[in-house]
């Protein structure tokens, strides 16, 4: 399980109506919330000033600062700032993974622990019920998008047969979320190959048994992918002309299409939480709540593949990027 804390940590890397009612604050007049996210930390902030909470009146924020962690002594690195933040007081812990709800609650003793993104929190134990977690962690759960984004690529791609599935068995739900997708592909009689990376060096060897007759490829959270690999897995993508699909609703240059919860959505969502623990309510007693799904089509990187997204699929998207959309913005005198 130590190994599993470390890759946990170091896959976070790659990835970063106001109530009149005064927030409930800690014995020194400030509540304190520590911030584990790799992204969504100004999204939760915005959401908490909002909720009438101001950095240096009433609240105070303790991020993770990932510069100051060295690759080689990594785990040892984080577990120190965690440690500061619990030496701190902090009144609630806020993660973007229930990775971190199972491999960190012995650091946190009853410190509440409030997680942006889970795909079956109950699976890996990060609570014991979606309506009633129990101990100190609840969360968002996302809407099974896993699942609806296989579907999707069918929608796009009818005669979709092969995808490549690209995961790490480091996460706590990894393997349940895998057993998923699988039963939702043996229904589109599409089969799942899966990519298992069990640290950051296997990238390379996942990348090279990748298929050659694949349709899609099929990103999962907390993949890894340094510069070179992140550029080996496009050349492979567009050697294979099988499309990237990525997890959440943005995506990056060169995905064909990503569905999943906004990260933003989820970092204010996560805040109401935040919100309701501070002003005294139990975290054992907050049901997991639901993250909304978006879909985003990049026809430019499906272009580089030759593959046409079909009109129906295209009504469906929330955003829809089109040629030249992550073309840099000209400057003045260009």
Known sequence: ???????????????????????????????????????????????????????????????????DLKPEDFQNGFKTQLQMMVDSQIDVLVTNTDSDAVYYRETLGTIPMVFARSDDP?????????????????????????????????????????????YSTLTADAEPVLKQVQSVAQSLNVEIIPGALTDP????????????????????????????????????????????????????????????PSLDDTARQAARIVDRILRGGNPAELPVEIAENYLTINLEAAQVINLAVPEATLRQANLIIRPGYFDPTPTPGN
């Open 201 to 260: 060096q296997s990238i390379g060897t996942v990348l090279d048994n990748m298929p050659e007759d694949i349709d899609w490829i099929f990103l999962t959270p907390y993949v890894y992918l340094d510069e070179p690999s992140l550029q080996k897995l496009m050349d492979l993508s567009n050697a294979r002309q099988a499309g990237l699909c990525y997890f959440v609703d943005s995506v990056p240059p060169g995905y064909v299409m990503g569905y999943g």
């Open 122 to 166: 109950v699976a890996t134990g990060a609570v014991a019920d979606l309506i009633k977690p129990g101990g100190f962690t609840t969360g968002i759960i996302t809407n099974k998008p896993h699942e609806r984004r296989l579907q999707i690529l069918t929608e796009i791609k009818p005669n979709t047969k092969k995808v490549y599935y690209l």
């Open 1 to 67: 399980m130590k190994s599993a804390k470390t890759m946990v940590v170091m896959f976070t890397l790659m990835m970063l109506a106001v109530s009149g009612i005064m927030p409930i604050q800690a014995s020194d007049g400030m509540a304190k919330v520590g911030l584990m996210m790799w992204i969504g930390n100004e999204a939760f902030i915005e959401e908490m000033t909002r909720l009438g909470y101001v950095e240096g009146q009433n609240i105070s924020y303790f991020a993770l600062n990932y510069a």
